[in-house]
Structure formats: structure tokens, C-alpha cells
């Protein structure tokens, strides 16, 4: 019998190619989306499960509102691995990361140096915790001693050649002499440590070893034993404000204590975080690297059913709408002796066919389109072929989505009376256009909701990319590392200075774009010791021309003068900054405040200019309290260039340092790009919504096209009686397309409220957001109307445009 279901299955999609086309192209495009976005969901899911014992490692995180600014820190104070060592017994090992930025490498045989981008301090513990394997070297002795360090092996290839390296030496920033001692692989791209290619031993940094709890600059991991909760450990972790911190801070600030720290509306919570939650459900300051979150997977995860089950809706429709012409067929087999239970049968059989040929042509289409997503969405996702389990589940889901299609069309079909359909009659009876028309409306409900939700992600990315930061982030040109020129590095900023084509130029560590922050809390020269009064704000070092080269305001004061001497204990503040203090821009100058570091005797900086707000973090976030002052040791300088040819400007920058710095690597980037870069999630979701949006409302249209065909044919007789009463064609044309236009607009009054409901939401999570305008409903109402027009246009006006003597006769 199931050889007999397929040949007649077989045969009923040959003799109906156009509905076979239909039926199999949308079933296919809907598979191949939701087989792309699940492959992408998957690889963002297994972040960080790869390594040994993942589920029982946690990282610690530092929640702190202390005077006026509240933040939530990925990184914890340096005494902190060693303290929950030491108080808990539910944790089983604990090791640190110090994040380093980039280093310059070379072998001391050679003079040019290679920059390896992402470099970090690690304690020797390392190795343990995350269960990784050393292709050359002893993981027990490893990182133990200082000035010892250990390469991926792309790093080691680049540097030496292979990975037989142990023992060699390798000169870091032109200073510091380094021995490897371990060669490990390249870490998984899944990873949170995939951009990481230098691990230096911990036992060489000075910083790691002091006690300093009002300090948090540390990534700190613990793993439990098999039988602990993290939960249970919270409570004991909070208690560490009162237990290590506030005894600390008491030598810089000898009048605090934690009664009064709380009083004053400040807090300190320790808590911990799965290492597998990470990368989806951590956006703190000072993350290892770039995370994602979980809204886009929950975005995405439902565009995948929504296509899929566009689709199937599609199968739905399409077959209860070609089910008028298949009555009598149905009508001829009962009468023959069919039971409803075989016509069942024969039915799923062909909707399985069909699944099976959509499959085959979805794999097809994603193997194509493959590369390009990955361009997409900067994954490096691949079919896995080889694991049977993919293979199963692509089955099962095939075998599902066959039995979700084309079970209401084999029991809808099943259930017509043979007297009825035999004779010609009952055709309002097994039509189903109620339920037609509510899957049409369910289509396009989904497809309105699409079109809403890309307009908005759209526009947020369109507004984040135009607003004015405070800053001028066009034509600037950073380039890094310039302490490698040396006692050269002024010499190199003022030539630069002098090119005809540089309007000013910059030394700094701190730019608002991704890079060194610094963090103080700063004590009013009246304060003595009152938590209250202290402001936390950030404290950039800058040179006297980083205002006008960075493009800041001043709406106070003066900027900083090179030769005056009093400015090298000078601040320029931000409005933020002021807000805290409770002083207006005037009232603000001339007043005293003093980093607390600890010094008996410590130096107070006086306000001498206050600079309008600007963004120096990601738009998701607010403006912080901020001051700049003279001096620091730069690591990079910004170049304001005038509008031209920029290839010829930094060559002729370049030009400059290798004349300074012959033999260093000239490493530079535009800070637009880099602003571009803090919102690289967002960029790829909004194409990724576009893209899928497109495939939805192409799903739509294959279904609405088939519909409009069969409607066509359906009333082909009452269009011929039309015609002969001396209806015109475009008389014709409106009125079929009319039955669909109702649909359409019932579909855009459901799917609009549930679109501005979840586009709101989306939005609250960033700090500088559009409004959604009454226009982008709009533009989604007219883009849906336009689109099922043209839809069903081609249909009607092919049906309208038929010689009336032909369509009488065709019954």
C-alpha cells in the first residue's frame, strides 16, 4: 500500500506542476531560513561549553553604586581569587585574567616587531580550570615563574615558524625580555577567549600581588566542587563589603564605614556568573570581548518559526484551496470502497513528498547561500554532515512539519460526501474559505510585524550612527603604539602636526572609542574622609591639544596651556561630573579635588574648565562622570585630518614614523570605524532581520500568488458573465483583488499594536533611543498593500483580460 500511496502521490504532483512549484519553492525557502538561524542559534548557544567542567565554572562581578555613579563590573578586585579560596569550601580552584590590550613581540634576534592585538596576564592555575591541553610544554610547571609566557600556536607559526618553541626568548614592547614556556591551540571561535594569543605568567605583574580591594581590574573564575550551588554562596559574598573592603578603604578614607557607606545610598555586591551565560546575558564594563545577547536569539529563534510556519500555512492553503478540484477524485475513491482512514493515508503521503522534495532543495540553498551568511552575521558556521544527529533531527523535523502541513488538508479533503461532490455541488461546503482567509490574514499579520520590527532595529542603528556624540569622530585617525618611538614621540606628533593635509593632532591613552579607561574616586579638599561627598569619575590623561583635536566644548573656563605650570595639577570636568557635586559650571572652577590613592599628603587637582557631555561609552549606556588632566604616558595619537584623500594622508603619516620609528609597526584606525565596531551586534541583526524579512514576505507571496491563480480559475464564469454585461477589465481586476485587500488590512490592524509591544521593549535597552514614529505604521501598512497588489494583480488582470466566450464555456 505504500508503495501504491507514493506512485499515485507521485503522479498527482506531476500533473500539477504549478501548485507542486508552489507548494515545494515556499516549503523550501521556509526550511532553508529556519535551518540557518537554528544553525547560528546553536553556535551562539555553545559559547564556552567546550571547555573541561564548564557548568561548574562561575566568574565573579562587582555591582557598585559608590559616589554618584553606579556600574556593574565582569572584573573584581585583585585579593579577591584568594579570598574565596580561603572562605568557601564549595570552591574547587580559582584563577585570574589581567587583560592587557596589545603588545608588540619580536625575537630577540630580530629587530621588527609583529603586534599580537588581544594579549592578557594569567595565573598559572589557568590551565586547570578551563581544562586546556599544552601541544608543547608542562601545564603543572607552566606560568609559574616570571616573565614567562605562552603562545597559541598561530601566534607561535607567526613568530617562530612552529611550534617547537619552548625555551626561546621574545622581546615584549621593546622592553621586557620573556621566555615561552608552553604552546597551546587556537582557541575555539565559540570562546570568550577566541581573540587571546599571549598568555603572560601573573607572577610577573607587580599589581596582581597587592592587596587592594577599592581596585577591580581583575576577570576572576572559580569552579565549584560537583555538589555546590553558587546560589548558597551569595550571602557570604556580599559580606565581603564588610569583611575585606570597607577595612581597606578605611586607610584612604579613615572615616568610612560600612554603616555609613549604606547610609549614604551606596552598595558593593559581590555575586557570581555562569561561565556558560556569559556571552548571551553579560554586557558589563570590562568584558573579556564583545558579547551578544539574548534577545537577538529570542528575535531570532521566532523569525525561524515564523518562517516555517509560513510555509506550512502556505501547504495549508494552497491544498485547500486545489481541493474544489480534486472533489470528485475524492468522491470516485469512496464510492470505490476508500475509507476516510486510507484517503488520510494517500494525502499525508503526498504532503511527505513534498516535505522530502523541500528539503532536498533547502539543503541545496543553504549550502549556496552558506558563505554569505556567514559574511552576514561574522560567524564561521558549516553543515555538519558527519554527525548523525544533525541528520536525525533534520529528519524528524521534516517528517513534523509534513504531518503540521498537510494533516488539515488530508482531513478536510477526507471528509467530502461523495453524493455531493459527484453531482457537482456542495462547493461552498468544501471550499474552507474561513479558514483560508484566516491563515492569508495569520501570513500577513506575521510578515506587517517583520516589515515594523526592521524599520525600527533600522532606524535605532540609523540614529545611533547620526546623533551628535559631543565629539568629532570624522577624519580622525589613531595611531597606536607610538611609545614605541621613544624620546622621539613628541618629535613624531609635531611633524605629523606640520603635514599639510593635518589640521591638529593628540597623545593619549583615552579616547571615546574602545579603549584604556581609568577610573578614580575623588575627595573634595573640605571632605575629610566623607563618603558623601567623594565623586567616582574617570581621570583620562591628555595633552593640551586633545580638546580641540577630539572636537570637545568647553561651556566653562579655559583649556589646558602647554608651559603653564599650574596645569599639570589641572582638571577639566564634565557636566556629569557637576551633577554628582551639586555645583553649576561657574561654581565648579577653582575647586579642589584629590584622587584617593592613599597618600599621606595628596595632590589636589583644581577645576579649571568644564566641557559639555559627550559620548565616550556605548549609546546603550549613559554619560559618566569624567575629567581630564595633563600628562600620563600616551599610547596612542590622534591625527585630525582635512577632508581629501585619506590613502595619501596616512601614508604620509606613515611616511613620519618610520623615520622615528624604523623597524615598528605602523597600527592605526579611523575612530568612525571604531564607533561602528561597539555596535557590530546590532548592525548584523538588522541585516539579518532584513534579510529574513524578505524571505517572509516571499513565503507570503507564494502563498498569496497560488490563491490569487486558483481564485482566478474559480470564477472564471462569473468574470466571463462580468464581461458580457460590459464590465470593464479594470473594473474586473479591482474587484478580485479587493477580497484580498480586506484580508491584508485585517492582518496590518492585528500585527501593528503587537509590533510597536515588542519594538518598545527592544529599545529600553538603550540609553540614547528613537521614538517610533506614527509613519513607520504607515510605511508598513502601504509596503504590505503594495506588495499583495502586485501580488495578485498579474492574476487578475490575466483572468479580466480572457475572451468571456472562452470562460463561458468552461463548464
Known amino acids: 500500500m505504500i508503495k501504491t500511496y507514493i506512485k499515485i502521490a507521485w503522479r498527482n504532483l506531476r500533473k500539477q506542476p504549478f501548485f507542486t512549484f508552489i507548494n515545494t519553492f515556499g516549503l523550501a525557502v521556509g526550511m532553508a531560513g529556519g535551518l540557518l538561524i537554528s544553525l547560528y ?10 571547555f573541561a567542567d564548564s557548568e561548574r565554572i562561575h566568574r565573579i562581578n562587582n555591582d557598585i553604586n559608590f559616589a554618584g ?8 578586585p ?14 574547587e580552584l580559582a584563577t585570574r585574567f589581567r587583560t592587557n590590550g596589545s603588545l608588540l613581540v619580536r625575537k630577540l634576534d630580530t629587530e621588527a616587531n609583529i603586534k599580537e592585538q588581544r594579549t592578557t596576564y594569567v595565573d598559572a592555575s589557568f590551565f586547570e580550570m578551563f581544562g586546556i591541553n599544552l601541544l608543547a610544554g608542562d601545564s603543572n610547571t607552566a606560568l609559574k615563574e616570571p616573565n614567562t609566557l605562552i603562545l597559541t600556536k598561530s601566534s607561535a607559526e607567526k613568530h617562530f615558524g612552529s611550534i617547537n618553541v619552548l625555551g626561546q626568548s621574545v622581546l615584549v614592547d621593546n622592553t621586557n625580555t620573556y621566555t615561552v614556556v608552553g604552546v597551546i591551540d587556537d582557541l575555539p571561535l565559540n570562546s570568550f577567549l577566541r581573540e587571546y594569543t599571549v598568555f603572560m605568567s601573573m607572577e610577573g605583574y607587580a599589581d596582581a600581588k597587592i592587596v587592594n580591594w577599592g581596585s577591580n581590574n581583575y576577570q576572576t573564575f572559580i569552579k565549584l566542587i560537583p555538589t555546590a550551588n553558587a546560589e548558597d554562596m551569595q550571602e557570604q559574598l556580599e559580606g565581603f563589603l564588610g569583611k575585606y573592603v570597607i577595612p581597606n578603604v578605611q586607610r584612604f578614607m579613615p572615616g568610612i564605614t560600612e554603616e555609613q557607606f549604606k547610609a ?3 552598595h558593593l555586591i559581590f555575586s557570581t556568573m555562569p561561565l556558560e551565560d556569559i556571552h548571551l546575558h553579560s554586557n558589563m564594563v570590562a568584558e573579556v570581548t564583545q558579547n551578544n545577547n539574548i534577545q537577538s536569539i529570542y528575535i531570532l529563534s521566532f523569525i525561524a518559526i515564523f518562517l516555517i510556519v509560513l510555509a506550512a500555512v502556505n501547504f495549508m492553503n494552497l491544498s485547500t484551496a486545489h481541493s474544489l478540484k480534486r472533489a470528485k477524485e475524492v468522491g470516485v475513491r469512496k464510492t470505490l470502497g476508500s475509507n476516510k482512514i486510507e484517503l488520510i493515508k494517500q494525502f499525508l ?22 558563505p554569505s551568511f556567514n559574511s552576514l552575521a561574522g560567524k564561521d558556521i558549516s553543515l555538519p554532515f558527519t554527525n548523525p544527529v544533525f541528520w536525525l533531527i533534520l529528519v524528524i523535523a521534516t517528517i513534523v512539519l509534513a504531518l503540521l502541513s498537510g494533516s488539515y488538508p488530508a482531513f ?10 459527484l453531482k457537482g455541488g456542495g462547493q461552498n461546503s468544501v471550499e474552507g474559505g474561513k479558514v483560508r482567509n484566516s491563515l492569508v490574514v495569520f501570513q500577513f499579520a506575521i510578515s506587517v510585524f517583520l516589515i515594523v520590527s526592521t524599520l525600527v532595529v533600522y532606524q535605532q542603528l540609523k540614529y545611533i550612527q547620526n546623533k551628535d556624540l559631543g565629539f568629532s569622530k570624522d577624519q580622525v585617525l589613531i595611531v597606536n603604539d607610538v611609545y614605541n618611538a621613544g624620546s622621539k614621540m613628541n618629535s613624531f606628533k609635531e611633524q605629523v602636526k606640520q603635514l599639510a593635509y593635518v589640521k591638529n593632532t593628540s597623545l593619549s591613552s583615552y579616547f571615546p572609542t574602545p579603549s584604556t579607561r581609568g577610573d578614580n574616586a575623588f575627595s573634595p579638599q573640605e571632605d575629610g574622609g566623607n563618603s558623601e561627598k567623594t565623586v567616582s569619575m574617570q581621570f583620562w590623561g591628555v595633552d593640551a591639544d586633545y580638546v580641540s583635536t577630539i572636537g570637545l566644548e568647553l561651556i566653562a573656563g579655559r583649556d589646558f596651556e602647554n608651559g603653564r605650570s599650574s596645569d599639570s595639577t589641572a582638571i ?17 572652577l577653582g575647586k579642589k579635588y584629590a584622587p584617593i590613592v592613599g597618600e599621606e599628603n595628596p595632590v589636589y587637582y583644581t577645576i579649571i574648565g568644564v566641557l559639555k557631555d559627550f559620548h565616550f561609552n556605548s549609546l546603550r549606556e549613559g554619560i559618566e562622570a569624567l575629567s581630564l588632566h595633563m600628562g600620563a604616558r600616551a599610547s596612542a595619537m590622534a591625527v585630525k585630518l582635512e577632508a581629501g584623500d585619506f590613502a595619501q594622508s596616512i601614508a604620509g603619516v606613515e611616511k613620519v614614523w618610520n623615520t622615528v620609528a624604523p623597524g615598528q609597526p605602523f597600527d592605526y584606525y579611523f575612530m568612525e570605524d571604531s564607533f561602528s565596531d561597539t555596535f557590530r551586534n546590532e548592525q548584523r541583526l538588522s541585516n539579518i532581520f532584513i534579510v529574513f524579512t524578505m ?14 491563480a486558483f481564485n482566478a480559475e474559480k470564477r472564471t464564469k462569473e468574470i466571463g458573465v462580468r464581461k458580457v454585461l460590459g464590465a470593464s477589465v479594470g473594473q474586473i481586476t479591482f474587484a478580485l483583488i479587493t477580497d484580498f485587500l480586506k484580508l491584508v488590512g485585517i492582518a496590518i490592524v492585528v500585527s501593528l499594536p503587537i509590533g510597536w509591544y515588542a519594538m518598545h521593549k527592544w529599545l529600553e535597552d538603550f540609553s540614547y533611543r528613537i521614538e517610533i514614529g506614527w509613519w513607520v505604521f504607515v510605511l508598513a501598512a502601504l509596503l504590505a498593500v503594495g506588495i499583495s497588489i502586485l501580488t495578485v494583480s498579474y492574476q487578475s488582470i490575466r483572468a479580466a483580460i480572457v475572451n468571456p466566450v472562452k470562460s463561458l464555456r468552461t463548464e
Open 412 to 421: 478536510f479533503m477526507s471528509k467530502f460526501i461523495p453524493v455531493k461532490v
Open 572 to 588: 577639566l570636568v564634565n557636566e556629569r561630573a557637576l551633577s554628582i557635586m551639586g555645583l553649576s559650571p561657574n561654581e565648579a
Open 695 to 708: 524571505l517572509s514576505i516571499l513565503i507570503a507571496c507564494l502563498g498569496l500568488f497560488g490563491l490569487a
Open 78 to 91: 585583585a585579593p579577591m581569587a584568594e579570598a574565596v579560596l580561603n572562605d568557601f569550601s564549595e570552591v
Open 349 to 370: 503521503t503526498e504532503s511527505g513528498l513534498i516535505s522530502l522534495l523541500s528539503l532536498v532543495l533547502a539543503m541545496l540553498i543553504v549550502v549556496i547561500v552558506l
Open 69 to 76: 555613579e553606579e556600574r556593574v563590573f565582569a572584573v573584581s
Open 41 to 50: 542559534i546553536y553556535d551562539e548557544l555553545s559559547y564556552d561549553k567546550m
Open 264 to 266: 549614604d545610598g551606596n
